[in-house]
Nanobody
Framework: QVQLVDSGGGLVQAGGSLRLSCAASGPTFSGYAMGWFRQAPGKERQFVATISWSGANTYYADSVKGRFTISRDNAKNTVYLQMNSLKPEETAVYYC????????????????WGQGTQVTVSS
C-alpha cells in the first residue's frame, strides 16, 4: 500500500513555472512507477508524464514534451513534476499516482492516487 500526498500547486502567469511534489509513504515506493495526471473542470483526467521505478526512463504526453520534466528521488520517497512555459489551458487539478507497470498512460492502470493539487495559469 502506498499513500501519496501532492503539493506545490498555485497561481502562476502564462509562461511561468511551477514544481509539483508528491510524497509517498511506505517502504515500497521504489517498486512503483509513478505518473502525473491532470483534470480540468468538466473534463476527463488525462495523462501527463510517467517515470520508471529507477527513474532511468520517462514518458510524456505530446502536449508537454520539452516543457515538463518528471523526476523522482527514491531516498526521499518523492516524485516531482517541473512545469515550464505554462499555458492557461493547463489550468487543472494535478494528481500523482503509482502503478506496478511501465509505461502506463491510462487512469485505470494506476493503483494509488494523491489528493491532487490545483494549478491555475492566468493569461
Amino acid at each position: 500500500q502506498v499513500q501519496l500526498v501532492d503539493s506545490g500547486g498555485g497561481l502562476v502567469q502564462a509562461g511561468g513555472s511551477l514544481r509539483l511534489s508528491c510524497a509517498a509513504s511506505g517502504p515500497t515506493f521504489s517498486g512503483y512507477a509513478m505518473g502525473w495526471f491532470r483534470q480540468a473542470p468538466g473534463k476527463e483526467r488525462q495523462f501527463v508524464a510517467t517515470i520508471s521505478w529507477s527513474g532511468a526512463n520517462t514518458y510524456y504526453a505530446d502536449s508537454v514534451k520539452g516543457r515538463f520534466t518528471i523526476s523522482r528521488d527514491n531516498a526521499k520517497n518523492t516524485v516531482y513534476l517541473q512545469m515550464n512555459s505554462l499555458k492557461p489551458e493547463e489550468t487543472a487539478v494535478y494528481y500523482c499516482a503509482a502503478t506496478g507497470g511501465w509505461p502506463k498512460t491510462r487512469v485505470r492502470d494506476y493503483d494509488f492516487w494523491g489528493q491532487g493539487t490545483q494549478v491555475t495559469v492566468s493569461s
